[in-house]
């Protein structure tokens, strides 16, 4: 079954770091841009950061939440065939299940808005908790 899977999430204080994991079965990562989102209880999805394929059409361009640019980093290694976004001087607001997700789109769009409606083989979350 095609799908992303999701690692990583964990317990840790605030003003901590996690670095998440995001692998491919089934399908090359490295022909779809990648989205981060994350859903708290009670709150509606959110485009956390996406980045781009490296093809004719994309250079790799990373994008990122306004509120989470400074402190968030997505990178990809396409020969394991896994996006990474890693997370720094996390906050307690930072705590939801974080899910990647591949847009569907023709890469001259990837990316672009990070609507979860555009993304799919959506995998099935890592928790992140941040608490003292």
């Known amino acids: 079954q095609v799908q992303l899977v999701e690692s990583g999430g964990g317990l840790v204080q605030p003003g901590g770091s996690l670095r998440l994991s995001c692998v491919a079965t089934?399908?090359?990562?490295?022909?779809?841009?990648i989205g981060w989102f994350r859903q708290a209880p009670g709150k509606e999805r959110e485009g956390v950061s996406c980045?781009?394929?490296?093809?004719?059409?994309?250079?790799?361009?990373?994008y990122y939440a306004d509120s989470l640019k400074d402190r968030f980093t997505i990178s990809r290694d396409n020969a394991k065939n896994t996006v990474y976004l890693e997370m720094d001087n996390l906050k307690p607001e930072d705590a939801a299940i974080y899910y990647c997700?591949?847009?569907?789109?023709?890469?001259?769009?990837?990316?672009?808005?990070?609507?979860?409606?555009?993304?799919?083989?959506w995998g099935q979350g890592t928790q992140v908790t941040v608490s003292s």
């Open positions: 997700a591949a847009d569907r789109r023709p890469s001259e769009h990837s990316c672009k808005g990070m609507r979860g409606s555009d993304f799919g083989f």
């Open positions: 089934k399908f090359t990562l490295a022909y779809y841009g």
């Open positions: 980045i781009n394929t490296i093809d004719g059409a994309n250079d790799g361009r990373t």
